[in-house]
């Protein structure tokens, strides 16, 4: 089969290549996926996952890309709860090859179905953002109807989300970004917005969560602003600073088939969106994941017409 593979850490995408490559096989409570459509994150370039298995020992050449959306070609032995011929989307191991490719092997539980009426590059986008939205908001910062939520990076792939979801919850959305993105955000259904580059943070005032996707200088300015009792989530690592008197969680989204089904069908009645920017072929993909200027939106990679 056709797949990207990466060797190299230090060349990042730069060094990824189109190459051949056995097709998978199915092991105990595993699926194979023909991959119709799949996302390539950059900073799994950084995950120790991406080049060595459990045990350290080196895996490459690897295969990136572990958002899919496809359709079940074979089950392993044992395997339930899919069939064969059924379209799927979801999320792959991270220690195993991933979907850049037109078939990857993954376990079962990581995959939800997809609905005929949801095309496979909108199933590849909602995976990491979708869970790590639900997961930040709900599981983690434990959000409650009326509270209020400062969004970082809420015009992004993983902010869109946050702030979509909170606002259908009840929340009072506050988001933040560049100057260009103020009117996406609004329109998302954030009521406030913060310019990172002019505006001041603090203006902000106390809020109940903060769902942080930056860190750095802007991550402990934001802890400051939580509320007593409020929560501070990060997904870029553990926090430098903490509230004063509140919880600090910094996590690692998982795969969840039934919160993937309750975003999928969020996005088929309308009440969420995705935002992709750029789609590509297989056989391009190596040029359109290393793109010459900033694109806004996601790159999804179409494998299949």
């Known amino acids: 089969m056709k797949a990207i593979v990466v060797t190299d850490q230090a060349a990042g ?31 799994e ?3 120790p996952s991406t080049w060595t298995d459990r045990l350290g020992q080196d895996r490459t050449p690897s295969i990136p890309g572990h958002e899919l959306a496809g359709v079940v070609t074979a089950l392993g032995y044992g395997t339930t ?3 064969v011929g059924q379209r799927v989307f979801g999320l792959a191991d991270w220690y195993r090859d991933g979907a850049l490719a037109e078939y990857v092997a993954m376990e079962a539980r990581n995959l939800a179905p997809l609905a005929g009426d949801v095309d496979f590059t909108v199933g590849a986008s909602l995976p990491i953002s979708g869970l790590t939205a639900w997961q930040g908001l709900f599981q983690h910062g434990r959000l409650q109807a009326g509270q209020s939520v400062l969004v970082h990076g809420a015009a992004g792939a993983v902010g869109s989300m946050v702030t979509q979801l909170a606002r259908e919850f009840g929340a009072h959305v506050i988001g933040s970004g ?9 329109d998302l259904g954030a009521k406030a917005f913060v310019d990172l580059d002019n505006g001041a943070l603090e203006d902000v005032g106390g809020v109940d969560l903060v769902f942080d996707v930056i860190g750095g200088d802007i991550g402990k300015r934001s802890a ?13 690592g553990p926090a430098e600073a903490r509230p004063t008197d509140g919880i600090v969680v910094d996590f690692v989204v998982e795969s969840d088939r039934a919160q993937l089904s309750e975003i999928v069908q969020r996005v088929r009645d309308g009440r969420l969106r995705t935002n992709i920017g750029h789609v590509s072929t297989l056989d391009e993909a190596v ?11 996601m790159t999804i990679i179409r494998v299949r017409p």
């Open 13 to 43: 995408t730069g060094g990824m290549k189109l190459a051949e490559r056995p097709k998978p096989q199915a092991a105990i409570n595993d699926v194979i996926v023909q991959v119709h459509a799949s996302r390539f994150v950059p900073t």
């Open 45 to 47: 370039l950084e995950w």
């Open 81 to 83: 709860g899919l069939s």
């Open 178 to 186: 560049r100057a260009a993105d103020r009117q996406t955000v609004l």
């Open 224 to 236: 400051r602003l939580v509320r007593a009792g409020g929560a501070f989530v990060s997904i870029v």
């Open 287 to 297: 040029v359109a994941l290393n793109p010459t200027k900033r694109r806004k939106g």
